[in-house]
């Protein structure tokens, strides 16, 4: 059984992101959980590599700032929900593409 030991949760967009600590017989860890649309996908990480993928995340940030790039929300441009759409339409054919190239 797993017991909670903190929560928390952040709107991006369209998506809602859950972050949930919990503890059970093997561990701690980490449940990532994105909804959007209805739809749920969850990832776990064990608490042994929780700083290693908060490092990884920074990077990530320090990327987008030392390249100047902005991260600004493309959907909230001119268009409006169609662009949303296709930008999150292409999004997940990406990430297809790149998951059918792991096998």
């Given at each position: ?5 903190a929560?928390?949760n952040?709107q ?10 919990k503890?059970?017989r ?7 959980t ?15 590599g ?31 929900e ?22």
């Amino acid at each position: 059984m797993e017991e909670t030991i903190a929560s928390d949760n952040v709107q991006i967009e369209r998506k809602q992101f859950f972050f949930d600590l919990k503890e059970n017989r093997r561990g701690i860890l980490l449940r990532i959980t994105e909804e959007v649309g209805g739809h749920r996908d969850t990832i776990i990480l064990p608490a042994t590599g929780l700083r290693e993928f908060a490092d990884a995340l920074n990077r990530m940030i320090d990327i987008l700032e030392s390249e100047d790039l902005d991260p600004s929300d493309p959907t909230q441009q001119e268009g409006g929900e169609d662009q949303e759409d296709e930008f999150y339409e292409e999004e997940e054919e990406e990430f297809e593409e790149e998951a059918d190239d792991d096998f």
